[in-house]
């Protein structure tokens, strides 16, 4: 081999061994770590020991870019891992966006019973009265606003205890009852369901009978 050809594939020689040395300081100059900041957020640096917010480090793989050919005839490069150059924060995902129309509607008031009713009012007897009946039943009365509507009936409590058959006019009847204070409500129900409840009354229920 003469001079020229040995100097000639010197030259080809050194020549790979610098690139590859310049192409191995790359990839590891691109190394990046994966921490997280003092909130616990997940982030990305290539510089942990000198980036204060990065904690714990640990080393990550960087794929080299590839070329993705969309439909449109753009190409555009993607990474598998985030670049090392970039410091990426915490994922926030998007604000979802809701149609109001989607939601359901309904008639019902805060505490659950239906708005069609006004108010349930019980007329007699009126809180505090007292009453007399020597064969120990009485006649609640009582109005709605609007008036029971189809398919609704009206039940008495006595105690806190139904009393009584439900009805769809204007009064209940009750069961006997004892000597003494009560507590009464009158309550509209649709299938079991409390529609509208009016307000509690007390009364006296006295049973003398004439002799």
């Not at 020229?4 to 020689?13: E, G, P, T």
């Not at 640096?45 to 050919?69: F, L, M, S, Y």
């Not at 659950?112 to 007329?123: H, W």
Request: negative net charge; proline residues 6%; hydrophobic residues 30%.
């Amino acid at each position: 081999m003469n001079i020229s050809k040995f100097k000639a594939v010197s030259y080809f020689i050194s020549t790979v061994l610098l690139t590859f040395l310049v192409n191995s300081n790359t990839i590891a100059a691109k190394r990046i770590y994966e921490c997280k900041d003092a909130k616990g957020n997940l982030m990305y640096t290539d510089h942990p020991n000198t980036d204060p917010n990065c904690i714990n480090p640990v080393p990550k793989k960087v794929e080299p870019a590839r070329t993705i050919n969309l439909k449109n005839g753009t190409a555009v490069k993607s990474l598998t891992e985030p670049d090392a150059e970039q410091i990426t924060g915490p994922v926030v995902p998007e604000d979802v966006s809701v149609d109001s129309t989607d939601a359901n509607t309904d008639t019902s008031s805060t505490d659950g019973e239906s708005t069609k009713y006004s108010a349930v009012r019980i007329t007699s007897p009126t809180n505090n009265e007292s009453v007399n009946s020597c064969g120990g039943q009485y006649s609640v009365s009582f109005t709605s606003e609007p008036a029971l509507a189809s398919g609704d009936q009206a039940k008495l409590l006595v105690d806190g205890v139904p009393n009584g058959q439900p009805t769809t006019g204007a009064s209940i009847q009750t069961d006997t009852l004892e000597r003494g204070q009560h507590n009464i409500k009158v309550q509209v129900v649709n299938n079991g369901q409390v529609v509208k409840s009016s307000e509690p009354v007390n009364f006296m229920f006295m049973r003398n009978c004439a002799r």
